[in-house]
């Protein structure tokens, strides 16, 4: 098989198998389990064909394996993918989660399977299309095309509040999201306006015009494209939506919305708004990365005091997130570097903490701390479980969560923009995290057994489907934490390309005391050349016009030399 | 052009108007068979007219830049053959429609009084037919009576259609409304007559381009003269009327919840594209980009104005037809973005982000076809016995007909701008030629708008999809109009997959490139002649 078709069947195989399952005959839902099943596990091993067939020590940190295919040529929109390190580790993260979530929903769904496998589906093409696109409106599509399915799924296979909480989240990141899109058609104008009139979406053609833009409008994009991600990541004080999100979803749907789609607003931060407006963000870093810290630790203490375990992993995800955005703007590779990890591994470990607490909830129809302790003798792969990913997600040395939070820290404490004070108060929040997890896992594995009446002496512990769900989790946990140096080094060269501007800004401004912006050296002002390729191509290392105090990689980036 | 040169190119609206009176006359035999026939007729006649407009666009007698000054033979195909397309789909909605509404078709005996089969038909083909003829005005006194051509008919489809009395009650309030912006606007032609001294659009745009030259030479700001803006504005607020905009929406709700919920996809489409058709002719006049500030500031104000109030009332409406009206209110709204921005580049080779016109026109096609959808939904469905109209009536409709809750999603979806139906493409053309034209303050208040139209739409998917059903509902026996319904979710997909075709068409619609040639040199004699005397 060619591999040039590799990612786009990654994105169409689940989108029109989702879409066909309309037509499987009705009430025959083990035929509909195992078809769901079996589709994201085909995907599954298509992303892992496309793991084997990627370069990961490409020093240039470039797009491969890209697609194109005309969409709305007159709109300079097409359907164009690609992927580098980064985004294809968060596709394998959402390819890796898939079959797992799919297989944990087994007895969870009773009612109108059908439709909850499409959806998943669906969901499954969206959050694949975001990493993969290459074409701004397309990664857009794809952004909002994940609200869809996950308002269905809260409305409709979610608890009690289900209704609210659908309606919440939905119209909560679809208002944020569409000043995202406001900002997206500023920054594609402002590039046509620079290239004769001729629009076009293609990301980076996009990215290198933008940071010419002067500092007042990159303010402006930063503001439009942080309404929207702050929103998805969730940063505190937007995070409101997500807790109610959380608790009403179904298992399947906790799972995926904190294991990916958290990262959506994470990774747009990183992919849009630090290339495309440097300046601003120089500017306005430590403000993001204090409202981040102020996240960690309002999040780490509303933890504390929580009684319900699905709440309390769901407010620790906007914790743990508040360590991703600093990570991200303090600039320099240990931060960014850290935060990607810390996407991944969150994603992994939060994603076991909701599949375990699903099966507690199946089981006891609770998820009341007062009304559960001491499981850990009722049901002991559970606990054993259990106690492997909170550790993880506290950040125990050798385990996942651990790279992200150091890396992210130190990347806080060396950074030129943040500093130690932003590292200590964070750290803080290490802390509190420690605190609140390892409360709930003493009193709900720990301590005298108590379960509610109802259940008890009744319930079984895992089976071997359930153990066959978290083994995999707990593998990557371990492997990821072990191992992480590999998936860090191949991942340099692009963070380096994507914070390269916002890094020789940082160094110019430490040279010259003078407000940056005047008289700023902007890159010689060249026409980018369309998506279609053109004759007079040429690369341009913009790191030659940076100041050499900077270890930027490369920023390479091709343009057409001006005739 | 000569009188026979002119008719030559209004075939599709001849062939139109024949049908419709053949129509009528078909609707008076007494043969039931016969009388039953004339909605197939009607689909004939369209079919037939949509073939010789696409003819019309393989005749080398149609260069594709004939453009007389505001309507180019581009911009009158595709104001044609999007007013038919949608239009056909509207009339296999309504195909059904004489049934319900009992047009004196009992066994008992042929009644000729009582018959009114052809008449709804008649008018319904008049009503289109006047909003083509829009696009193809020259002069003044045409395109008032091709507005009213639009819009007479329409008065009298919602007061005939529904057994109930608020159909006639909503008749009359559109009438009389309707008959005070014609006032209106009829007012400002005149006063345009008084300020140019010609109703030919050549002749009006000569004189409008010599105002705002003169003024240049005389070192003022460019601005036409007093009685000619005047006499702008009031013809623009008449056609606020047509489209439901700002200051004149006041009737929507109650006119679109009074007509059969058939009517009211007609209203919310042909009058509205009439309107849009004719604001853009009229500006036209003025010349892109639009040179008058004042006329750019009121359109703003008047977008802006129309979209919160639209989407406003729509949020605290329980009844669904009057949600789609107010929402209706709204998406003129959108289209005046459109306007506003105008063309930034008066050019052939224009990008479409940089042509609002195109906007406008690709936008009232894709709103066309997914409102069409929406309404054929309701129409099929009855709640004891009665037009569904409620958020109640359409509780878990998926549960019971999965079909037409998708028809239902598709369309809601498609009309709050989610992407990528095809309503998210259009809003991507009108808020792109908006930031081209440098109006990032539209695009903002248009963004606030989508936010706050996603709550009513979703509600509308909501309870479609989420709630438990309403056994009191159920489905109408429609096989015409279920195709309907089906086909407009079928068109809304495919477009929006490939909707690339129908923004290259709309773009070259809207061009308007001018003459080179002959007009500017004739203007720059008249411009001299005039500033002679003032510079002495």
Known sequence: MNEIFLLPMLVLIPLVCGLAMAWL????????????????????????????????????????MIYRAPWIDSLGIGFHLGVDAISLSLVLLTTFLMPITVLGSFGDVKQRSKEFYLWLLVLQAAMTGVFLAQDLILFY????????????????????????????????????????????????????????????????????????????????????????????????????????????????????????????????????????????????????????????????????????????????SVSHLGFCVLGMFALNPQGVGGSVMYMINHGIS???????????????????????????????????????????????????????????????????????????????????????????????????????????????DLDAREIAVLTPLAIACLVLGLFPTPLLRSMEPEIANLTGAANRIVAEQSNRPSPFGAGDPAPQVLRHSRAGGNPGRESVDLRSTAKPCVSVHSTRIDVEVAP | MTMWEKVNTLWPEIILLATAFGVILIGLAPQRSVRRSVSWLSALGMLVAGGVAVAYLFSPDHALDDGAAGSGFAFQSFVRLGVLGVGLLLLLTAAELPDEYGAGESDTGFDPSRVSRGEFFGFFLLSITGAMLCAAADDLIWLFLAL?????????????????????EAGVKYFFLGAFAAAVFLYGFALIYGATGATGFAEISDQFRLMLAADSVTARAGELSGMALLGLVLAIAGICFKIAAFPMHVYAADVYQGAATPVTAFLAFVPKTAGFVTLIVLLGLVGWPLQSPTLIALLGVLAVATMFLGNTLALLQHNVKRVLAYSSVAHSGYMLIGLTAGITIVDAEVSPLENGLGAVLFYLVAYGVMNLGAFAVLGLLKAAGEEAETFDDLRGLVRREPVLATVMAVCALSLAGFPPVIGFWGKVYLFGSAISAEMIWLVIFGVINSAIAAVYYLRIVGVCFLSDPDQRVER?????????AVASAVLVVVLSLAANPLMKAANQAARFAPDPDHQVAQLDDRVTEVSKPDAQ
């Open chain 1, 141 to 316: 599509i794809c952004f909002e095309l994940t609200l869809v399915p996950l308002y269905f799924l809260i409305g409709i296979w979610g608890s009690s509040q289900r209704l609210w909480a659908a309606k919440k989240f939905f119209i909560y990141t679809l208002s944020g999201s569409l000043f995202t899109f406001a900002g997206v058609l500023y920054v594609a104008w402002y590039h046509a306006s620079r290239d004769d009139g001729a629009w076009t979406f293609d990301i980076a053609a996009l990215t290198a015009t933008a940071l010419q833009m002067p500092s007042g409008m990159q303010a402006f994009v930063l503001a439009a494209l942080m309404a929207g991600f702050a929103i998805k990541v969730p940063l505190f004080p937007v995070h409101t939506w997500l807790p109610l999100a959380h608790t009403e979803a179904p298992t399947s749907g906790s799972v995926l919305l904190a294991g990916v789609l958290l990262k959506l607003g994470t990774y747009g931060l990183l992919r849009f708004a630090i290339p495309m407006a440097p300046e601003a963000v120089v500017q306005y870093a430590p403000c993001i990365a204090g409202v981040a810290t102020l996240g960690i630790l309002y999040a780490a203490l509303v933890c504390w005091v929580q009684d319900d375990i699905k709440k309390l992993v769901a407010y620790s």
């Open chain 2, 148 to 168: 009213e051509l639009t819009s007479l008919p329409t008065y009298v489809m919602v007061a005939t259609t529904r057994r109930k009395t608020v159909a006639p």
């Open chain 1, 350 to 460: 939060t994603g076991a903490l909701f599949l375990c607490v699903g099966m507690i909830y199946r089981r006891y129809h609770t998820r009341e701390m007062d009304r559960l302790s001491g499981l850990g003798k009722r049901l002991p792969i559970w606990s054993t479980f259990m106690v492997i990913f909170c550790l993880a997600s506290v950040g125990l040395p050798g385990l996942n969560g651990f790279v992200g939070e150091f890396l992210t820290l130190l990347g806080a404490y060396t950074s030129d923009v943040l500093g130690v004070g932003f590292a200590a108060v964070a750290a803080l929040g290490l802390i509190l995290a420690a605190i609140y997890i390892l409360y709930m896992v003493g009193r709900v594995i720990f301590g005298p057994l108590r379960e509610p009446a109802a259940y008890a002496g009744q319930v079984k």
């Open chain 2, 476 to 484: 109408a026996v429609r096989p015409v109009r279920s195709v309907a």
């Open chain 1, 25 to 64: 005959p009705p009430r025959r839902d083990e035929l509909v389990r195992y078809t769901a099943f079996g589709v994201t596990l085909g995907v599954f091993v298509l992303s892992l064909a496309a793991a084997m067939s990627f370069d990961w020590s490409d020093p240039h940190g470039k797009m491969q």
